[in-house]
């Protein structure tokens, strides 16, 4: 029996060949460089303080620098598209927050395709937000802010860390339960609203546990409630009521943290960096700096973060939509 063997055949698989042995190469070396992490944030809120937590954690896991880059503006907007035109190599990372999940509801167009042009990572974890006060504020309760907001419609302003964030939409949904009307009063940033919250500024916010615990437990500020349905866990936030128990009913609202790399990445690198990621939230350096601030280790599979953003999506388009919530 004769065989023939079509050199044409071999010649056109060769560059396919290659492409797939290059791309094995690539993904087993990774990483053989400083990894990028974008804070689409301003320095010094919670998003910031897990990011860094988390990097130095990851470094320790994948024996490379991890580099955090702060991007600040557009509701998150400026920093996830830095992470959306990068490279699909494992080296761009962004912690997304809340606002990922909200801004195709809340911005008429985006600059990236929410859809196409990212690759869940990670869920890093999930904690309550805040309701905090200057320690010169005369709400010295919940119960003493929720009488003067009630009865003063329009004077009491809130801060958040940029429209469309976790503060922004806790603020919007009491808004909406307790029947009293805040103003809001958006930032580039927690750390620049935490800041005017401490001095008098502004009158209140619904800030991200991890953002404040430091400055809570410092006497900085006044914790009047948390917005999760029951108490948190955390030491510093046991005695501290829900706004349910505050008489609000329904009422329920918080932040989570996770971690997109760009579309295209290698599956085989977004493994590698998932299993990283796991095993950095269970450090001890990591859970004793987020835990004792409220923080829920809450992780799984690349699958499982994705499906947790949708449902996200479809959770806060609603009040987006009844509230008439718009960019500013």
């Known amino acids: 029996m004769t065989y023939f063997f079509n050199f044409n055949v071999l010649r056109n698989c060769i560059p396919i060949i290659c492409l797939v042995l290059t791309s094995f190469s690539v993904s087993a070396a990774y990483p053989d460089k400083p990894i990028k992490l974008i804070v689409p944030f301003a320095p010094g809120g919670g998003t910031d303080l897990v990011a860094r937590t988390i990097g130095q954690s990851i470094s320790d896991e994948l024996h490379q620098p991890v580099i955090v880059d702060n991007k600040p503006g557009g509701s998150t907007v400026i920093g996830t598209d830095a992470l959306a035109k990068s490279a699909p190599d494992g080296y761009s990372l962004v912690v997304a927050t809340l606002a990922h999940a909200v801004n195709p509801s809340l911005k008429a167009k985006l600059p990236y395709n929410q859809e196409k042009d990212f690759a869940p990572v990670c869920l890093i974890g999930i904690s309550p937000n805040v309701l905090v006060v200057s320690v010169n ?116 609202a918080g932040s989570w943290y996770g971690i997109f790399a760009p579309a295209g990445t290698p599956r085989e690198i977004i493994n590698k960096l998932n299993i990283a990621i796991k095993n950095s939230v269970q450090s001890p350096v990591f859970k004793s700096r987020v835990e004792s601030e409220g923080l829920v280790i809450k992780t799984g599979s690349p699958e499982d973060f994705g499906k947790f953003v949708k449902s996200e999506e479809t959770r806060w388009r609603a009040l987006i939509k009844s509230a008439n919530i718009t960019e500013d």
Do not use: C, W
């Not at 329009?154 to 469309?164: D, E, L, N, P, V």
């Not at 009063?185 to 935490?194: C, D, S, T």
């Not at 009521?241 to 505050?246: K, L, R, S, V, W």
């Open 137 to 252: 504020s005369p709400f010295k309760s919940f119960q003493d802010f929720l009488t003067a907001a009630r009865a003063n419609p329009g004077k009491i302003s809130y801060a958040s860390q940029g429209s469309g964030t976790s503060a922004h939409l806790a603020g919007e949904l009491f808004n909406s339960l307790a029947s009293v009307s805040l103003v809001h009063i958006p930032y580039k940033g927690a750390g620049p609203a935490l800041t005017d919250v401490m001095g008098g500024q502004v009158d209140v916010m619904f800030a991200t546990a991890s953002a404040v615990g430091s400055l809570i437990e410092s006497g900085k500020l006044r914790a009047l409630a948390v917005t999760t349905p029951v108490r948190s866990s955390a030491p510093l936030l046991a005695k501290t009521p829900t706004i349910t128990e505050g008489g609000v009913p329904g009422y329920s």
